[in-house]
């Protein structure tokens, strides 16, 4: 199974992408994890990568589908795959279509979380009081989530593959859970 989550900062996707592997043994690879561990570690990428993450914008889509495809080749990914955080843009998603079309395979399944772009804020906005991250001030926040909300043209090439499920992410994690479980049975049972 190929999946991708979509869905703007907060909607969620990463705490179901945990259950979603326990359940699934799949390997997940989830984008801004991969670059917060690249910018702790100084790395080429990390250090690319920082001043972006830092004002709360996307890095470009060269520097970041060089990571992705580097692991979807891997032998890792061969019987699938759990992606989260990516793609985010229209570019990046047609950049693993050619990957996945080299290595004639394709996207099983896309789940789009869906959240008002408020209620992402108020639970950003909560997380970053829990945490104590003084860096997220409300105005990054703002930014963070209006410039990472899902491109129509992004939600509109799944769709047209047939491929696109809407989740309603205003519930709780279990509801939700239960919801991903159900779409991914009827999938399968496909
Ligand atoms: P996330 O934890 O998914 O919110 O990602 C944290 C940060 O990493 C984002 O604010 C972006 O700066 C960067 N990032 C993660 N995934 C991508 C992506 N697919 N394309 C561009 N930038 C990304």
Known sequence: ?????????????????????DDFDLPYFATGDILRAAVKEES???RAAKDY?????????????????????S???EDGFLLDGFPRTLGQAEALD??????ERDVSLVLEFQLPAELA?????????????KDDTPEVIRHRIQTQLVPEALVEHYRAKGVLVGIHAD????????????VLETAAAR
């Open 53 to 73: 993450m830092d004002r709360g914008e996307l890095v470009p889509d060269d520097l970041i589908c060089a990571v992705i495809m580097e692991r979807i080749d």
């Open 171 to 182: 519930r709780t994690v279990e509801e939700v859970f239960a919801e991903v479980q159900s």
């Open 75 to 77: 032998s890792e990914a």
């Open 121 to 133: 804020e108020q639970r950003l906005l909560g997380r970053a009081r829990q945490s104590g991250r």
């Open 44 to 46: 080429e990428l990390g």
């Open 1 to 21: 199974m190929r999946l991708i989550l979509l869905g703007p900062p907060g909607a969620g996707k990463g705490t179901q992408a945990e259950r979603l592997v």
């Open 98 to 103: 050619r990957m996945l079309e080299e290595l």
